[in-house]
Structures are given as C-alpha cells and as structure tokens.
Nanobody
Framework: QVQLVESGGGLVQPGGSLRLSCAAS????????MGWYRQAPGKQRELVAT???????NYVDSVKGRFTISRDNAKNTVYLQMDSLQPEDTAVYYC???????????????WGQGTQVTVSS
C-alpha cells in the first residue's frame, strides 16, 4: 500500500510563514507529479501548486510570489514553503501524488489526510 502523511500545519499570524511537508511511503515504483490542494469550509477544493518529476512548478495566481513548492526524490517528499501568509490562505491543505506502484500497474492518484493551516491575529 501507499500512504501520504502531511505535517507542518498550524496557527500563524498574517505575514508569517509555514513549511508543509508530505512524505510518501510504501510500494512506489515511479513517483510522478506531486502537488498541494486546499479546501475551505463550503468551498470547492482548489489546486495550490504542482511540481512535475522534472521539477517544473506551477501555482495558482493567488499564491504566486509567496509560496514555493519543492521535492526531494531521495526522501519521496514534497514541500510547500508558505511566506507572507494571509487570512484567505486559511484552509485544510492536502498532499496529492501520482504513483505507479509496480511494472504493469497504472498511474494512480493518492491523497494525504490533510493538515489545517489557520492565519489569524
């Protein structure tokens, strides 16, 4: 089986920073694209940032210049460095990965359990 575990969420004041981590474990043959999504109460889950296996990154417009996504393939881990946090960034953040577990298996989407990020005075 495959498991994604997020960490690093918490409470921070506006203008502050947090660094989220997501480690993938289990049977992994190819770890393809990874990304971060977020969901606020009553709203649809939205894409925040993605990073390809070749480390090409993309961001939603609202976080460009403030967030940085990166990955460490040796550790099967993706990170999200969040700077200049604003109250509108408050949400549950979910890690996502596309994984091929073995030869002959399809690429499959996996999700972490989510970690709460709250930006408030």
């Amino acid at each position: 089986q495959v498991q994604l575990v997020e960490s690093g969420g918490g409470l921070v004041q506006p203008g502050g920073s947090l660094r989220l981590s997501c480690a993938a474990s289990g049977s992994i043959f190819i770890l393809n694209a990874m990304g971060w999504y977020r969901q606020a109460p009553g709203k649809q889950r939205e894409l925040v940032a993605t990073i390809s296996s070749g480390e090409s990154a993309n961001y939603v417009d609202s976080v460009k210049g403030r967030f940085t996504i990166s990955r460490d393939n040796a550790k099967n881990t993706v990170y999200l460095q969040m700077d200049s946090l604003q109250p509108e960034d408050t949400a549950v953040y979910y890690c996502h990965a596309v994984i091929k577990r073995r030869i002959g298996a399809p690429f499959t989407s996996y999700w972490g359990q989510g970690t709460q990020v709250t930006v408030s005075s």
